[in-house]
């Protein structure tokens, strides 16, 4: 080992004891270390590609601070402004390992780093006035001059955020500013965040290190406001607190001043779409909103905003500019507006309704009437061929179309009319709750089934021929009612002649005469044995008579014999 001070330079006395005579002082060995050169170049990197080309320009006056980290001089520093050509050089550095330190003046920032060794940049872009290169050795005698660093001239973004309280879209000196608004410089695609600043009490904003490039200016506005009309603001028009300006470039060292952004308090309406569950028209406590229903907001023909009922069935507008305005309610299919609502709407079941129009200032907010809503009921069913006759209908039984059906108040009013479908379905949708009749007809040569008032039976008790209706019945508030069926069944026919038997046979030979005029009665047997009379016909000129659309069923023939007739036998028996 050296015996000389580690890291003393130059000439040295250094103590080696006491020589006795005849003695020996061995191993006296001294070690000696050369100093190192270490400096480059700061560059100004025009084209902004990283490498230092060889018309690039020096930058002047560049502060570097040399550290050493570790060895001999571990916490020794070295300055150096760089010369008029950019270069800088720090001599006599020990070896050991160092990091370096620059420090650059205003409106300029640190040159991206890209690959390779020679004549590119030793530090990290950096949009900072000061940044320092990673630790490196330096090696005794070593001459290490390639530590370049590129720079590039930046600009900045400047503007105010002002409250734009007459409403003009232009920028008075007397305007208020607004504090707290983040503006966010992006890339051209609007997706990345580059830099952001908030603007201070007065509104002023800044973004300071702003490369050349192409971007756009993100604003966000503190709750209540939105942006003023189109003039002085950078954004306008926008019923929002946030929007992107429109993409600018710049150039290196290009500042962008005055990009000033307007904002106005909106104007505000409140609102309630409520379920009038009894049917009152006033909103109670205990009556739930309409969730999802529509209400726009419209100036002349246009919309020009849209909200939603929460679940409590409240909604706002809240971005509203100065002007005149109507709400229109937009209801879907389950629901109906309640009778006496006071709101413009075409009938009374009209799915869309409009009100009066409100005048609203800026910053104004008003509260409106809440609006009474019913739930809808419907009322539907299907038509079949009761083919067994049973009353009620079976799977396999088929449809039956050509079925009208019309639904009616219990006074006769016919308040809506439909078909029956394919598949013998029919429908009545929003339905009010009431008291209603179902009224059929049945096509032609068709009867209803017999009404027994079971589950999955005909809903018509009262019927003649082709044509029936229902019982009064309930509808409340809601219901979906689907089980008025409605049978149908093919209709039987009885009849034939009344003939003069000669021969008292019981058969119509050849040449007896038909009689007419004579009246006959059509009996049907009930299930306990007792008859009840269904018609009366008489038999026409050539003595044919005939009882038509009858019920399946047992039926007795009844003739109303005149004076001095009597009925003939049947093959050789009396008839009764």
């Known amino acids: 080992e050296s015996i000389a001070p580690q890291g003393m330079m130059g000439s040295a006395e250094i103590p080696v004891g006491t020589l006795e005579m005849g003695g020996t002082i061995a191993d006296i060995r001294v070690g000696a270390l050369r100093s190192a050169t270490v400096g480059g170049v700061v560059w100004l990197d025009q084209d902004d590609d990283g490498r230092r080309q060889t018309n690039d320009q020096g930058m002047q006056g560049v502060r570097a601070v040399l550290t050493m980290t570790d060895g001999a001089d571990a916490g020794k520093t070295y300055e150096i402004l760089a010369d008029a050509t950019g270069v800088y050089r720090f001599e006599g550095v020990m070896p050991g390992q160092a990091e370096i330190t620059f420090e650059l003046p205003q409106g300029y920032a640190f040159a991206k780093k890209v690959s ?5 940049s030793t530090v990290e872009k950096a949009d900072a006035l000061a940044a320092t290169t990673a630790a490196f050795d330096v090696l005794s005698g070593e001459n290490k001059t390639d530590m370049d660093v590129g720079v590039v001239a930046v600009g900045r973004i400047t503007g105010m955020v002002w409250e734009d309280i007459r409403y003009d879209g232009r920028y008075d000196a007397d305007e208020p500013g607004i504090a707290g608004a983040l503006i966010e410089l992006l890339d051209a695609s609007g997706n990345r965040v580059l830099r952001e600043a908030t603007s201070d009490d007065q509104g002023a904003y800044c973004i300071d290190f702003a490369r050349a490039g192409e971007y756009r200016i993100r604003v966000t506005l503190p709750e209540e406001k939105i942006f003023t009309r189109s003039g002085e603001s950078e954004i306008a028009d926008v019923d929002a607190g946030d929007a992107l300006t429109e993409a600018f470039a710049l ?13 106005i308090s909106p104007a505000v309406i409140t609102g309630r779409v409520f379920i009038d569950e009894n049917e009152d028209g006033v909103c109670s406590e205990h009556e739930s909103g309409l969730d999802g229903a529509v209400v726009t907001a419209m100036q ?23 002007g005149t305005y109507r709400l229109r ?6 629901a109906l507006f309640a009778r006496g609502v006071q709101l ?10 409009e009100t009066g129009e409100y005048m609203l200032d800026l910053g104004q907010r008003i509260s409106v009437s809440d609006v009474a809503v019913v739930r809808a009921a419907r009322l539907a069913g299907k038509a079949w061929m009761d083919e067994n006759v049973s009353g009620t209908r079976d799977e396999q039984e088929m449809a039956m179309t050509g079925v009208t059906a019309q639904l009616m108040t219990v006074d006769g009013q016919v308040i809506a009319e439909t078909q029956t479908a394919s598949d013998g379905s029919y ?12 009224h059929f007809e049945l096509p032609q040569g068709v009867l209803f089934t017999d009404y027994l008032d079971a589950q999955n039976g005909s809903c018509v008790p009262v019927m003649q021929g082709n044509l029936g209706q229902t019982n009064p019945f309930a509808l409340a508030m809601g219901d979906d009612k689907d089980d008025m069926q409605v049978g149908g069944i093919l209709p039987g026919r009885i009849g034939d002649t009344v003939w003069y038997d000669k021969d008292g046979n019981g058969l119509q030979d050849y040449k007896e005469p038909l009689i007419p005029g004579v009246s006959l009665t059509l009996l049907y047997v009930n299930a306990d044995g007792t008859m009840t009379e269904t018609a009366t ?19 007795v023939l009844k003739l109303n014999a005149q004076n001095g007739d009597s009925l003939t036998s049947v093959f050789g028996a009396p008839m009764g």
């Open 116 to 120: 390779g060794t020679r004549r590119v």
């Open 251 to 263: 150039s290196m060292g290009e500042s962008k001043e005055n990009l000033h952004i307007g904002a």
């Open 300 to 322: 002349g023909g246009t919309v020009v905003a849209t909200s939603y009922a929460d679940e409590t069935g409240r909604f706002v507008f809240d971005t509203l500019r100065p």
């Open 329 to 334: 309610y937009v209801l879907d299919d389950d």
């Open 344 to 353: 413009n709407m075409t009938s009374e079941d009209a799915l869309e309704a």
């Open 427 to 438: 429908a009545f949708e929003r339905l009010r709750s009431g008291t209603y009749v179902l």
């Open 537 to 555: 016909t008489l038999s026409d000129q050539y003595g044919y008579y005939a009882f038509e659309s009858l019920r399946p069923g047992t039926y």
